[in-house]
């Protein structure tokens, strides 16, 4: 009883505080982008993980910063298979906020200790926007909170498709998932979300599937989403990596430049990042050991 009191103090307190960073990291050299990023624990938000622009000056009334909510493979209450994908999407001026606190130095070999489900991805939306509004908060005008994507990998693409029906989303990423049938519900992880696929239909903004080929576990439930989904512009694109994708990779690897570019486009409205997209061929299917398919999208 003593230890659940405490908890739930702790959760008080931290949702009472203007978000300051009490724990911060340098991913790799900060990412590729304009804008070197850093890994940061924030003391109102203790249960999430934000990779942001390291300087905030640049951002405001005339540059604002896109937010990415992402959940983790798993179903992990930890980014840290994650962390240079997060970062180097972070370092091209958005705000990623995922699912699980912060980790020490000293866990980073550590898989991340519980679970995590869907509604910490409605938590990062709602402490974001929150932030926006708070003219005490350093977050105070700098997100475009009009445009934000979920997003996940494995069981985090789940908590993205659980949630994707969410009318502040203006795009969803689903990495290495999809769906479950019901005949092959049996082979899912316990505490995973079990959206019906029926739920596919509800989605009203544009969605990418980045899969890693025949041999990611979740490829055939990625694909069966895809060939269900007529109603949207969608996007799915196989790299033959497997289920692990390229994430822990310099950078987050061919993965990363592909999300990044799909945001830039969808968030930013960023017309070369769409040719990655658009076009017959795609600027994507000209890249090497890339397959794609889309619908809606010229």
Known sequence: MKKIFCLMAGL??????????????????????????????????????????????????????PVLVWGNGGCANSPREHINFLNEIASHGFIVIAIGPMMDEEDFGGFGGGGSESKQLIDAMEWIIKQNKDKKSQYYGKVDVANIAAAGMSCGGLEALDISNDKRLKTVMVCNSGLFNNSSRSTAMPGMPMPDKERLKEIQVPIIYILGGPKDIAYENGMDDFKRIDHIPAFVCNLPVGHGGTYSQPHGGEFARVATAWLQWNLKGDEEAAKLFTGDPCGLAKSEGWTVEKKKIK
């Open 12 to 65: 008080a307190i931290a949702a009472s505080l203007q978000a300051q960073d009490v724990k911060t990291k340098t991913i790799e050299d900060g990412g590729t982008g304009d804008y070197k990023a850093v890994m940061v624990g924030d003391a109102s938000l203790t249960t999430h993980t934000i990779f942001k622009p390291a300087d905030l000056k640049p951002f405001g009334k005339e540059k604002l910063l």
